[in-house]
């Protein structure tokens, strides 16, 4: 089924994917049948998972498996084009949404480069983040999570640490009404006494509840923090289970991420 195409607009009802349909309460978020393109590249071949309002999967998979093209996908950016699948969050038709309309309905993607805007303060950057609405956090509840960013609130963002960059980039994800947030990679190129740090801070984002998928090279440390996980070989969901599973089956690792 193709619910790209204008024949299914308004088939389906709000909030039910026609998958869910079939029985059962619709998942806080789904993914069904994701297809995506880079020109005539076919990346995205079939990607489909659930997840629960609250939960934190651990997306993993080689180098080139998928996973940044799946994130990019679901944030309904340009590139890879999405060409087919449905995306639902909230009751929410992410599928039909361009990436802002994904964005002001609470998907939140950290990409791996975080995207810290050059010449301006962190506290700018913060403010850009909410220049439009629905807003999350305050900046003043930001700074107290992230007492750094506060002793840096006037430094220009882009001369800080590439933690700092990490936490900021996290902080301004957070400045805005998040119900899923998507982070790519966001323990690259850190020091690990940094990865620790931004460990705790998003230990502290999943006790706060807030559904979360973490796309991470340390797929042990990402195992650690997340409760489910799926696995993507070649744009495919080759294992979709709990993220002890993954842990505890050395054949997986050894398959799929060569742990
Ligand atoms: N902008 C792009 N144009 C064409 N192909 C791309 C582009 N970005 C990624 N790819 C290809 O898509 C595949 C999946 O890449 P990616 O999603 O980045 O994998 P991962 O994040 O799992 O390492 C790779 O074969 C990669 O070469
Ligand atoms: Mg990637």
Redesign the pocket.
């Known amino acids: 089924m193709t619910i790209i195409d204008d024949q299914f607009k308004g088939v389906t009802a709000p909030g039910i994917s026609p998958v869910r349909a079939k029985g059962g309460a619709p998942a806080y978020f789904s993914a069904w049948d994701l297809h995506a393109y880079?020109?005539e590249?076919y990346?995205v071949q079939g990607v489909s998972f659930d997840i629960r309002e609250g939960e934190i999967l651990a997306l993993l998979?080689?180098?080139?498996?998928?996973?940044?093209?799946?994130l990019r996908a679901i944030a309904r950016a340009s590139?890879?084009q999405l060409t087919h699948g449905e995306i639902w969050l909230d009751h929410q038709p992410i599928h039909e949404m361009p990436n802002y309309l994904a964005a002001q309905n609470g998907i939140q993607l950290v990409q791996e480069d975080r995207r810290i805007i050059q010449g301006l303060t962190v506290e700018e950057n913060l403010q850009l983040a909410q220049i439009s609405g629905p807003h999350g956090w305050s900046i003043e509840r930001i700074y107290d999570h992230f007492p750094r960013l506060a002793e840096r609130a006037k430094q220009e963002a882009v001369t800080m640490s590439g933690g700092e960059q990490q936490m900021l980039a996290l902080a301004r994800a957070l400045a805005r009404d998040v119900k899923l947030l998507l982070l790519?990679e966001p323990y690259e190129g850190l020091a690990p006494v940094i990865v620790q740090e931004i460990e705790r801070i998003l230990v502290n984002v999943k006790e706060l509840g807030i559904t979360t998928i973490i796309?991470e090279q340390n797929a042990v440390a990402a195992l650690h923090l997340a409760d489910r996980a799926v696995i993507?070989d070649m744009?495919e969901v080759v294992f979709d289970g709990t993220a002890q599973e993954v842990l505890d089956n050395e054949e997986l690792r050894q398959t799929y991420l060569a742990i």
């Open positions: 880079y020109g590249s990346i998979g080689r180098n080139g498996a998928g996973k940044t093209s799946t590139d890879p790519d796309v993507l744009g």
